[in-house]
Structures are given as structure tokens and as C-alpha cells.
């Protein structure tokens, strides 16, 4: 007795490919819980069904080498639960999820299954100042550059600024206070996101308190250091920065500037023309995930959750 192999069935022999992709692609946009009262499904059987369609996808795409890629971690849980991501920042879609934490053994994992042959043409790894990454992408592609993700370092920055308000408004009485109370998110902003509202209040915030005022400009001018084509330059503009910081009694900042010597080389990386990369699609693409867990109330199933995040970039079928 034969049994014959139909190429146009799904996994699920009660669906057809085609209907299959047409689930896939509902999902894209909305609910398992959606698309199974849309469709008149089962909840598990459309799950299934966009498994099918998101490795599918997969399959399409295959595994090309990188050459420039994006680590980050994301929290998948409570607690300090995070898995690690890689993208390809020239091709602009993640290549890999896994690892069991941030750790270096985790990281290992990358290289290990992508292989030597995949990986010796990276010439750029952009990451966050987490050491466990940079000491196993050096030690699997010793001649690859580190560049510091930008917004990471910037956040730091920001950091040091809420420091400085809530340190500001502890030392204040009276009238004082007012004018700081409730201003955090119009401090960290940058200015031009900032509605007219926002500016009025700022305006009267940083006239009214001189520290906050010199923070603010400090952490304006920042943004700066990442023009420069020529790291001598570059260096020039921080040592005038740190200068600056000279009888402020701003401790934070002078924490943070400490931070950026430790990792000038990772920072001072992207002077070199070929290291300018967009380095705002890691940071987009972490909200986007972002979206995904919320859209769907956490997800527990990591192997769905794996293809969700793998696909999210890639083009319908």
C-alpha cells in the first residue's frame, strides 16, 4: 500500500499550503485569538498553521554570511530573564535568537551554530557596554571593530541627568520645587520632539535653575561626538566636554564621562566611514518586540516567539 506525498499540503493534512500562508499573513498584523474567530478556527491549530508560514520564511531567506551585526539582549520574563539578539544591520532583519541569558556562554552559542565560515567576514559587531559580548566576539573574530550602540551610551547620559533633577529637587523648598516637579520626560527629550507645551516648560525650568540649565546644555551638546569623521577631532570635542564639567558639582556626570574613557575605542569607532552604519534600526527593532510581547500578554511559547521575532522583518509570502 503507497501513500502519496501532495506538495501543496500543509503539515496539517487538513489544510493546504495556500490557506496556510493566508493565516500567516492575517497574523502578521493581528491576534492568534483574532484570526481564529475571523477564520472560525481553533486557537492552536492557527498557531500551528503560522509556525508553518513563519519557517517557511525562513526557508526562503536562508542563512546568509553577515558582515555587520547588532547585539542586544531582551527581557522575556520576570526578573532578570533575558535571551540575546543578532541582527544583520546591512540587511536590517535579526538572524538569531537564543542563549539562556546575556552570559558569555550564551553568546558562544551564536558563533557556535552559525559557524566559522558564516561569521570571519564580520568586520563590525555593534553592541551595548556589556563585557560578555565583547570578549566572545573578539575571541571568535579577533579583527572585527566594536562599536557602542549610541542610544545605549546616551541613555547613560540621561541617567546622570534624572540624577541630577531628583538631587535638585531633594536640595529645593519651597516655590522652587514647582517648577521641577513632573518635568522628568521633558528634560530626557530631545528638543525638537518637544510640543510647545513641553518647550514653555522647559524654558521656565532651566530659567529658573541654574544646575539643571548647565546639565541640560551638557547633555544637548553630547549628541555631538558621533559628527566627527576623524577621531583626533572627536577626541578634541570630549576632553572640551569633560572640561566643561569643571566646578559644576555635577558627581553623575563626572561618573559618566569616567565610563566613556573606559570605552572610548568602542565609541570613537564610528569616526571611521565605514562603521557608520543605521545604528537606530537595533533600537527600532527592539520596540518592535516590544509590540509583539505586548500584543500578545507575554509569550510562554519560546519557539514562537523565536520565529515571531525572526520573521517580523522579512516580506510576506
Known amino acids: 500500500m503507497k501513500r502519496e506525498g501532495l506538495t501543496w499540503l500543509a503539515?496539517?493534512?487538513?489544510?493546504?499550503?495556500?490557506?496556510?500562508?493566508?493565516?500567516?499573513?492575517?497574523?502578521?498584523?493581528?491576534?492568534?485569538?483574532?484570526?481564529?474567530?475571523e477564520l472560525q478556527l481553533n486557537w492552536d491549530t492557527v498557531k500551528e498553521l503560522e509556525k508553518q508560514y513563519m519557517r517557511e520564511q525562513l526557508r526562503r531567506v536562508g542563512t546568509p554570511?553577515?558582515?555587520?551585526?547588532?547585539?542586544?539582549?531582551?527581557?522575556?520574563?520576570?526578573?532578570?530573564?533575558?535571551?540575546?539578539?543578532?541582527?544583520?544591520?546591512?540587511?536590517?532583519?535579526?538572524?538569531?535568537?537564543?542563549?539562556?541569558?546575556?552570559?558569555?556562554?550564551?553568546?558562544?552559542?551564536?558563533?557556535?551554530?552559525?559557524?566559522?565560515?558564516?561569521?570571519?567576514?564580520?568586520?563590525?559587531a555593534v553592541m551595548d557596554m556589556w563585557k560578555p559580548f565583547r570578549t566572545v566576539t573578539l575571541k571568535h573574530v579577533p579583527s572585527a571593530s566594536i562599536l557602542f550602540?549610541?542610544?545605549?551610551?546616551?541613555?547613560?547620559?540621561?541617567?546622570?541627568?534624572?540624577?541630577?533633577?531628583?538631587?535638585?529637587?531633594?536640595?529645593?523648598?519651597?516655590p522652587g520645587r514647582q517648577f521641577i516637579k513632573g518635568q522628568k520626560y521633558t528634560l530626557l527629550s530631545n528638543h525638537a520632539n518637544l510640543t510647545l507645551?513641553?518647550?514653555?516648560?522647559?524654558?521656565?525650568?532651566?530659567?529658573?535653575?541654574?544646575?539643571?540649565?548647565?546639565?541640560?546644555?551638557?547633555?544637548?551638546?553630547?549628541?555631538?561626538?558621533?559628527?566627527?569623521?576623524?577621531?583626533?577631532?572627536?577626541?578634541?570635542?570630549?576632553?572640551?566636554?569633560?572640561?566643561?564639567?569643571?566646578?559644576?558639582?555635577?558627581?553623575?556626570?563626572e561618573k559618566f564621562a569616567r565610563m566613556i574613557e573606559r570605552h572610548?575605542?568602542?565609541?570613537?569607532?564610528?569616526?571611521?566611514?565605514?562603521?557608520?552604519?543605521?545604528l537606530g534600526f537595533v533600537e527600532g527593532f527592539n520596540n518592535r518586540i516590544r509590540v509583539l510581547q505586548r500584543r500578545a500578554y507575554g509569550l510562554r511559547d519560546e519557539e514562537y516567539l523565536r520565529l515571531k521575532i525572526l520573521t517580523c522583518m522579512l516580506p510576506e509570502i
Not at 73 to 84: A, C, D, L, N, V
Not at 266 to 276: E, F, L, S, V
Request: aromatic share 14%; proline share 4%; with cysteine.
Open 264 to 278: 572610548w575605542d568602542g565609541i570613537a569607532a564610528y569616526c571611521q566611514p565605514r562603521n557608520k552604519v543605521p
Open 11 to 37: 503539515d496539517n493534512p487538513f489544510y493546504t499550503k495556500r490557506f496556510a500562508w493566508l493565516v500567516g499573513r492575517r497574523c502578521r498584523s493581528a491576534t492568534i485569538k483574532d484570526v481564529a474567530r
Open 65 to 124: 554570511a553577515p558582515r555587520v551585526i547588532g547585539i542586544d539582549e531582551i527581557s522575556i520574563g520576570p526578573g532578570h530573564t533575558y535571551r540575546i539578539v543578532v541582527s544583520d544591520l546591512l540587511r536590517r532583519r535579526p538572524i538569531w535568537f537564543g542563549g539562556k541569558d546575556n552570559s558569555e556562554e550564551s553568546m558562544d552559542l551564536f558563533y557556535q551554530e552559525w559557524g566559522v565560515k558564516k561569521t570571519r567576514g564580520i568586520y563590525l
Open 197 to 253: 507645551t513641553g518647550r514653555r516648560s522647559l524654558a521656565k525650568l532651566l530659567q529658573a535653575n541654574r544646575r539643571l540649565n548647565t546639565a541640560y546644555l551638557l547633555k544637548e551638546s553630547f549628541g555631538q561626538l558621533w559628527s566627527y569623521e576623524s577621531e583626533a577631532w572627536a577626541r578634541r570635542f570630549f576632553e572640551n566636554w569633560k572640561q566643561a564639567l569643571k566646578w559644576q558639582r555635577l558627581k553623575p556626570y
Open 149 to 174: 550602540d549610541k542610544f545605549h551610551v546616551v541613555s547613560h547620559l540621561g541617567a546622570a541627568l534624572d540624577t541630577v533633577r531628583k538631587s535638585e529637587y531633594a536640595r529645593l523648598t519651597g
